[in-house]
């Protein structure tokens, strides 16, 4: 049971545009969301997080929406940049342990 | 400041034998998370443990896999008796006690069972 799923196993963009990746659950215990940044060969890097008693959380050029009555939430880039190009995992948590999704390989180009 | 840090970063080791990775938390961090990442999946939680204390081990295989947080020293995560299905990515991650949803992950341990 997938209890947290990117549906885009890969999304491409030009530099300078918005990347928009996409996650949805289904625990409704879920109560804080994270998304990590991953380069092959190492760990995930922490990116930004949300509490469900938000619905957007911003930092610099990464903005994450939370969509509760629908269990889903998105994370926006702008302006993308070509050192973005990386697998993004959202993640979501019901205490401590962490349940991730499959990862989107986000590229962009020059 | 180091951050999370791991050993070896790449284990080869034959059908049979044991591994042994090893997790150094992010100075301050007491509470310390393995997560283990198959080819071309996501990242899929193992066990959840504080200072001599196993928390959450409820994604541990039940046969030939533990783990241990001492009071002194690395978090071990011991695999015995490997076989080819456990070549895979491990992750140890830290939180502080103050904060435990936000964890920071380490570069991983990638082991190859041969």
């Known amino acids: 049971d997938q209890q947290v799923k990117q549906n885009s196993p890969s999304l491409s963009v030009q530099e300078g545009r918005i990347s928009i990746l996409n996650c949805d659950y289904t625990?409704?215990?879920?109560?804080?969301f994270l998304w990590y940044k991953k380069y092959p060969a190492e760990g995930p890097t922490f990116l930004i997080s949300i509490s469900s008693i938000k619905d957007k959380n911003e930092d610099g050029r990464f903005t994450v929406f939370l969509n509760k009555s629908a269990k889903h939430l998105s994370l926006h880039i702008v302006p993308s940049q070509p050192g973005d190009s990386a697998v993004y995992f959202c993640?979501?948590?019901?205490?401590?342990?962490?349940?991730f999704g499959e990862g989107t390989q986000l590229t962009v180009n020059p | 400041n180091a951050g999370v840090m791991q050993n070896p970063r790449h284990l080869v080791r034959r059908r049979g034998q044991e591994a042994r990775l090893r997790c150094s938390p992010m100075?301050?961090?007491?509470?310390v998370y393995w997560y283990r990442q198959l080819p071309e999946e996501g990242l899929k939680f193992m066990v959840y443990?504080?200072?001599?204390?196993?928390?959450?081990e409820s994604g541990m295989p039940k046969e030939r896999f533990s783990a241990e947080f001492p009071k002194e020293g690395p978090s071990i995560l011991r695999i015995q008796q490997v076989v080819r299905g456990d070549s895979a990515a491990y992750f140890c991650?830290?939180?502080?006690?103050?904060?435990?949803?936000?964890?920071?992950f380490g570069p991983g341990t990638r082991l190859t069972v041969l």
């Open positions: 991650a830290s939180s502080p006690a103050t904060s435990t949803d936000t964890q920071y």
């Open positions: 993640a979501a948590s019901a205490g401590s342990r962490l349940t």
């Open positions: 100075k301050g961090h007491s509470h």
């Open positions: 443990l504080q200072k001599e204390n196993i928390i959450d």
């Open positions: 625990n409704s215990m879920f109560d804080y």
